[in-house]
């Protein structure tokens, strides 16, 4: 098993790395294993140590960007049961080049960074805490509503089409199924070619 870490800071575009680098791969040889993992997938405990303060609310929260947050245990177990059946695994996360035990275990090492001046700093949103549940990824769904309402009003709405300001029900039903590049069904990963949406003024939805 050749086993390729890829690491960079949020939203540096490691996911979107990974990716573009496993299509890529598959296009080459079609007989290639090749599987795919994320440290995000091997988060310690919750109720457990790391903690930290949030300085916004003063509540005490697992702290996912320390690197005891992730079950190394786990990651190897996986790791080990994975150099059976794949010739190749890609393993992305914000720790992997951190934590010396992975790190040691990387046959390449590959480091995502962004350059500053390509960030639209016009169209980031700060997330905000209550929008998360149990891991700071994904927007529990009683908060989706006022999530999207605020990430929203950050678009320069003059510049869009009409159309983009009316929803009818067949565009709903588009974003309701619409399907994200990694995703797992029944313990099986599952990818999507992205895209996952396009529409006739050339406007995309990538999910990630």
């Known amino acids: 098993m050749y086993l390729v870490g890829i690491a960079g800071g949020s939203a540096s575009g490691k996911s979107t790395f990974t990716a573009a680098l496993l299509s890529a791969l598959e296009a080459r040889d079609a007989a290639l294993r090749i599987e795919t993992r994320s440290t995000d997938q091997f988060w310690q405990d919750r109720n457990g140590p790391p903690r930290f303060i949030s300085p916004s609310t003063g509540e005490e929260r697992f702290h996912f960007n320390h690197p005891d947050a992730l079950d190394q245990q786990a990651l190897f177990a996986e790791l080990d049961q994975l150099a059976e059946t794949a010739d190749v695994v890609l393993l992305e996360g914000l720790m992997v080049l951190h934590v010396p035990a992975v790190r040691e275990r990387l046959d390449l090492r590959l480091f995502v960074e962004l350059d500053a001046d390509e960030v639209d700093v016009g169209s980031l949103v ?60 029944f313990g099986r990963q599952l990818h999507h070619p992205q895209p996952c949406l396009r529409w006739p003024d050339d406007s995309t939805l990538s999910l990630y």
């Not at 009683?142 to 320069?156: M, P, T, V």
């Not at 039903?173 to 797992?184: D, P, S, T």
């Open 126 to 185: 700060p997330s905000r805490l209550e929008w998360y549940g149990w891991d700071p990824i994904h927007v529990r769904r009683g908060q989706w509503r006022f999530a999207w309402k605020e990430i929203l009003s950050a678009w320069d709405w003059e510049v869009l089409p009409a159309t983009h300001l009316k929803t009818p029900l067949r565009r709903k039903l588009q974003f309701f199924f619409a399907a994200a590049e990694r995703r797992w069904l």
